[in-house]
């Protein structure tokens, strides 16, 4: 069974430009979850989407937005970029429907603002 | 708040040399503990999910436990590949499919 898949890989942007990255869950996972991940703060959750609707959110500006197709692929777009945006950004997909389900993290976008 | 602190922060190991890695947590009923092992620009793995008090699983040289305050993950006889970071994290009981709570990890390596 295929893993997650995130693309792109690599990003470069400069400040105040916007970035969307793509997320392609695992077959038959429909929740997907995004999550950051930086040196000083570690992981931290941003959204999860299930059903093309935002299930929850975490502590995050509105800058960072996302969204969920029909066929569970979910992308995230972060606006107005920031120098600290710079990040690994991660989505992880999992069965919703069972306690506990665990999540399955993709390889993540490294994103580099300048 | 929830919480997750995982120690130590980093730790050295000669190859062979098994240790334990402690994950505390902070929550107030635990829907389950999970630990991953993440390498160097990469996300992370998936390894074990607890789920009461007193569970273990084990595969290969890891072994995890759970208490009601802390997770254990045991390496015995390590070998220099399990070099990596191993991440902690709970999920709280809300409803859905809530979010990860994550330590900061344990950077583990060992030495030939």
């Known amino acids: 069974k295929a893993g997650v898949t995130q693309t792109p890989r690599y990003l470069i942007k400069t400040r105040g430009q916007q970035v969307t990255l793509s997320c392609s869950p695992i077959?038959?996972?429909?929740?997907v979850s995004w999550y950051q991940q930086t040196p000083g703060q570690g992981l931290q959750f941003l959204f999860e989407?299930?059903?093309?609707?935002?299930?929850n959110k975490g502590n995050f500006p509105g800058r960072f937005s996302g969204r969920q197709f029909s066929n569970s692929r979910s992308e995230m777009n972060v606006s107005t970029l920031e120098l600290g945006d710079s990040a690994l950004y991660l989505c992880?997909?999992?069965?919703?429907?069972?306690?506990?389900?665990?999540?399955?993290f993709g390889p993540g976008t490294r994103l580099l603002v300048l | 708040e929830d919480q997750v602190t995982q120690s130590p922060e980093a730790l050295r190991l000669q190859e062979g040399e098994s240790s334990s890695l402690n994950c505390s947590y902070t929550?107030?009923?635990?829907?389950?503990l999970f630990w991953y092992r993440q390498d160097p620009g990469k996300g992370p793995e998936f390894l074990f999910t607890?789920?009461?008090a007193g569970e273990e699983k084990e595969k290969e040289r890891l072994k995890a436990t759970l208490t009601k305050k802390e997770s254990f993950l045991h390496i015995t006889a390590p070998k220099p590949e399990d070099s990596a970071t191993y991440l902690c994290?709970?999920?709280?009981?809300?409803?859905?499919?809530?979010?990860?709570?994550f330590g900061k990890g344990t950077r583990l390596s060992v030495i030939a």
């Open positions: 992880a997909s999992s069965l919703p429907e069972l306690v506990g389900e665990t999540q399955y």
């Open positions: 077959s038959g996972h429909r929740s």
């Open positions: 989407y299930f059903s093309e609707t935002q299930r």
């Open positions: 929550v107030s009923g635990l829907r389950g």
């Open positions: 607890l789920y009461s």
């Open positions: 994290a709970v999920q709280a009981p809300y409803s859905g499919n809530t979010p990860l709570v």
